[in-house]
């Protein structure tokens, strides 16, 4: 009770009012009463629920003023004109409010008692009077009951005897329009035209445009209802226009209809073809048949129909000849084989590589063109061996010469480029250990003191072969060393001929060798020549080669009298990496054995290993053909998507694969790191504008 309406008897514990209650401010009040005996400090409370009772001392009040209210002459009866609304504080009874009229001076109108609601009871066409004054009375249910009254003045029915605006615009003219993309700003593209059988103003048309101009493209006169540009069109930008058209007429209330009024705006050859690179560059080998892809470009026109048809062609130029592109795709093939080394027609910068100029036109009147460039590399296939200038050189060098002499330079060409193109020199023949070639120069020097006296002539072959990684080839030359004397002996009196007896061992010049080969080379290719000598004559002198054990799957050969060892199969370093030839037999090693003809014949052996070096012959090998990703496009920049990985069989630099995205990264979104594959998002994705990628990513 902060209000102090209420006061106990602290003795009794009678609770009297001190203030006058309001049930309208306050219907229910609860009283927290406290009893406490003497002055122990232990007391007890319980709660007084008060509820205050109503009596109607409240009028209905009306909460709208009076006012004036206009209405129709054509109005059906028990049409509602007007609502009166009272509110009462009380409640109960004390608050239901009943509505009446006071006073009343035409039976056209009524009320409804609960709800207030004046409505017509019949038309008022045919009255004469022109206003009317209505008093509504508000009384609620109490006892006794109070009322007020709402003062209606002038509520007024004028009767006009004019059009009634029953009738909306209708439409007459087409709902479809064309105009071309290059009228000028003003021109006059379409005639709106409605008609509306109302007359006077009922029956006066404007024209709005509703929507479908938010560029304010077009102008409406709202009058006479011609429709022109008032921007230049461009048809490559929007080529249809919706417009919402409104025709309104000026009666009260207004009415209305609305046309969907298409503007199609027809195409003008203005947009040239374009390519979607200026600088296309691909690559064919050499010695293909004719017919052979090249490359396929692409150009994009913004035009429409016969403005938009492309044809493609070469323009004439240096080496145009060789390539035919078919007009309507784009794609480039080779018209002849091409060789690399003796083609005239390429391009001047390098004769393996050329540039075609290529054009692009429309199928508009007139034509629109544009041209792009084409750099094309002719790849080199090893197609030439290795040429010496001659089949046989024949030289003389003096006996006293020192060891390490230069005595003749080689010097083999090849055609081929990079690789194919690099020569490496070798001597397969016996030379007794008299001369040996530089493998870089074709330099051939002496590896020893020469003596006429001991061997007069030498004759060997030189191999030049090229490096290629795949099947090199090579060339072979003689080589044929006269030893010219020099007076380093004195003279003899006596020759005592010494019968030879089969005392000397044949014996090899090294007791190991190592040898190299590649693999996939035809049978019968010279690998190393192994010498061996036997100091005594004749048939004890004569030595034979000879593999004795070990060679598993006959992979080599040798050449019994010369030494040469040379392969009997195409090897396979995937396979098998290397073949050795020992000393000690085994059940998987091998000797090779020198042997003489005398009686009885003696022997020696030495040790080969041949090392099977790798060719780049195994493509990389992906270990998954496609990976699907999924990403958010909120994944931010520099975000990790995923790893591609490819193996390959061969090893060293053959093996080292480097990764590329070779199409569908146009945009460059994302960045590919060429040594892991790993793949990087390096823009920001938006699922709107693209949903998926392809990327086509190459292993190398």
Not at 536 to 552: A, H, K, M, P, R
Not at 657 to 683: A, E, P, Q, W
């Amino acid at each position: 009770d902060p209000y102090g309406r209420f006061s106990i008897d602290p003795q009794f514990g009678i609770i009297h009012t001190q203030k006058q209650l309001d049930h309208e401010t306050q219907s229910v009040i609860l009283l927290t009463v406290q009893s406490q005996l003497g002055n122990s400090p232990v007391y007890s409370s319980t709660q007084v629920n008060i509820s205050v009772l109503d009596i109607n001392d409240n009028s209905p009040v009306f909460l709208t003023k009076s006012g004036k209210i206009i209405i129709s002459h054509t109005l059906p009866p028990g049409t509602a004109i007007y609502i009166a609304h009272a509110e009462d504080k009380d409640s109960g009874l004390n608050g239901v409010i009943k509505y009446s009229m006071a006073s009343e001076q035409s039976n056209a109108f009524s009320i409804d008692p609960s709800f207030g609601v004046v409505n017509l009871t019949r038309t008022v066409f045919a009255d004469k009077q022109q206003e009317y004054t209505l008093h509504i009375k508000a009384e609620d249910h109490g006892n006794p009951s109070l009322s007020s009254l709402l003062k209606l003045d002038s509520l007024t029915a004028k009767i006009v005897v004019l059009d009634i605006n029953d009738n909306s615009p209708i439409f007459t003219s087409s709902p479809l329009s064309y105009v071309m993309e290059n009228v000028k700003v003003g021109f006059f593209v379409h005639h709106v035209v409605a008609k509306d059988p109302d007359e006077g103003k009922n029956g006066q048309v404007t024209y709005h445009i509703l929507s479908g101009n938010e560029n304010q493209t077009f102008d409406l006169d709202k009058v006479t209802g011609l429709l022109s540009t008032s921007l230049l069109l461009d048809r490559e930008t929007q080529e249809c226009y919706n417009l919402t058209i409104m025709a309104l007429d000026d009666g009260i209330p207004a009415l209305s209809a609305t046309q969907i009024l298409t503007v199609v705006v027809l195409d003008v050859n203005d947009d040239r073809p374009i390519f979607l690179k200026q600088f296309y560059e691909s690559a064919v080998c050499e010695n293909q048949d004719p017919g052979e892809f090249v490359v396929k470009v692409e150009a994009v026109d913004r035009d429409s129909g016969l403005n938009s048809l492309l044809q493609y062609e070469i323009l004439p130029g240096s080496g145009y000849g060789n390539f035919r592109m078919n007009s309507d795709t784009g794609q480039i093939v080779t018209t002849i084989s091409l060789d690399r080394e003796t083609e005239e027609t390429f391009y001047i910068k390098d004769i393996s590589n050329f540039t075609l100029v290529i054009e692009c036109h429309d199928l508009g009147n007139p034509p629109r063109s544009s041209t792009a460039q084409l750099y094309i590399t002719v790849l080199d296939e090893n197609d030439n061996n290795p040429l010496f200038a001659k089949d046989h050189y024949q030289i003389s060098v003096r006996e006293d010469l020192e060891e390490g002499s230069a005595v003749m330079e080689l010097f083999a060409s090849d055609e081929d480029d990079g690789l194919n193109g690099e020569v490496m020199y070798s001597v397969i023949d016996d030379t007794f250990g008299a001369f040996a070639i530089d493998s870089v120069t074709g330099s051939v020097v002496t590896t020893q003191i020469l003596d006429r006296e001991t061997k007069s002539v030498y004759a060997f072959k030189v191999v030049a072969s090229d490096c290629s990684t795949h099947l090199p080839r090579s060339t072979t030359v003689s080589i044929v060393v006269h030893i010219e004397d020099v007076n380093d002996n004195d003279p003899v009196e006596v020759m005592v001929w010494i019968q030879d007896v089969n005392d000397n061992v044949p014996k090899f010049e090294q007791s190991y060798y190592k040898a190299s080969v590649w693999e996939g080379q035809i049978p019968k290719t010279d690998i190393i020549q192994v010498f061996a000598t036997d100091l005594d004559s004749g048939l004890n002198g004569e030595t034979e080669y000879s593999i004795v054990s070990g060679n598993e799957n006959r992979a080599f050969l040798i050449d019994s009298s010369r030494g040469i060892l040379a392969t009997n199969t195409i090897l396979d370093y995937e396979n098998i990496s290397s073949y050795r030839f020992v000393e000690t037999a085994s059940s998987h090693f091998l000797v090779l054995l020198a042997s003489d003809h005398g009686t009885p014949s003696l022997n020696s052996t030495a040790t080969v290993v041949i090392t099977v070096q790798d060719v780049n012959d195994n493509p990389p090998l992906f270990n998954n053909l496609e990976y699907h990703i999924h990403v958010k496009e909120s994944t931010a920049i520099g975000s990790h998507i995923t790893e591609v990985s490819a193996n390959d069989c061969d090893v060293g630099a053959n093996a080292e694969i480097t990764y590329t995205i070779s199409s569908g990264n146009d945009k460059g979104y994302f960045r590919l790191d060429g040594k892991t594959g790993s793949v990087d998002l390096v823009k920001t994705l938006d699922y709107e504008d693209i949903v998926k990628f392809t990327l086509i990513i190459q292993a190398t």
